[in-house]
């Protein structure tokens, strides 16, 4: 079955600390893969995705991701954490041509001062 | 430019009765979903459309209804509500299946539903 997993529920890190955000899927095939932010009370906001060619993507607000086949994951990273950074994250995937978008449970961040 | 606004925001209703969440966006998107959000299992996608006058069952569309007879907006519905349907609800959009394909959801900011 398809499914996506975040494998941590809630991240603390101290603020100038770096993260990294785990993401594992698992399709048949290579999907598209994106994460997103939530603030509280808000919607979501797309960080970053990745479609194909160079595994390492660049996003707003200073994240990156990796994608690496062999280990069917999409984890996303930041060198130095801003208290402003506590959100909650979601991965999530798609087919090209699937309508359907799949989220993983989330993360949810805490920064420490 | 509003985008994907949502209306109401928040909502209580006793077990059985009725509502609608709208959804109403601003840029021309053919696509729109309505997805739910419960604690530790992420966003769910419920219904979804491609286009005007168009509707697709989701994840977990049982007890839920939609239409979209207007581009602009699309319409959540609960016939009889029930306190599994507790949930903050979302509304999203985007371009059309290439575009999906391009990843960006434009979400509302979410109708928070709590039945009794």
């Known amino acids: 079955a398809q499914s996506v997993t975040q494998p941590d529920i809630h991240i603390t890190v101290s603020e100038g600390a770096s993260l990294e955000l785990r993401c594992n899927y698992s399709y048949g095939a290579t999907p598209y893969l994106f994460w997103y932010v939530q603030s509280p009370g808000q919607g979501l906001q797309l960080l970053l995705k990745y479609f194909s060619g160079d595994t390492l993507v660049q996003g707003i607000k200073g994240f990156e991701a990796e994608f690496k086949r062999s280990q069917s994951s999409f984890n996303l990273r930041k060198p130095s954490v801003h208290w402003s950074d506590a959100a909650e994250y979601f991965c999530?995937?798609?087919?090209?041509?699937?309508?359907?978008?799949?989220f993983g449970a989330g993360t949810r961040l805490t920064v420490k001062p | 430019n509003a985008g994907v606004t949502q209306t109401p925001k928040f909502r209580v209703l006793k077990t059985g009765q009725s509502m609608t969440l709208l959804c109403a966006q601003d840029?021309?998107?053919?696509?729109m979903y309505w997805y739910r959000q419960d604690p530790g299992m992420g966003l769910r996608l419920i219904h979804y459309s491609v286009g005007e006058g168009t509707t697709a069952k989701g994840e977990v569309p049982d007890g839920y209804n939609v239409s979209r007879l207007k581009k602009q907006n699309f319409l959540l519905g609960l016939e009889s509500a029930a306190p599994s349907q507790t949930s903050v609800y979302f509304c999203a959009s985007s371009y059309s299946m290439r575009a999906l394909g391009a990843g960006e959801l434009f979400f509302g900011e979410g109708s928070r539903l709590t039945v009794l």
């Open positions: 999530a995937v798609a087919m090209y041509n699937n309508n359907d978008m799949r």
């Open positions: 840029m021309n998107h053919e696509y």
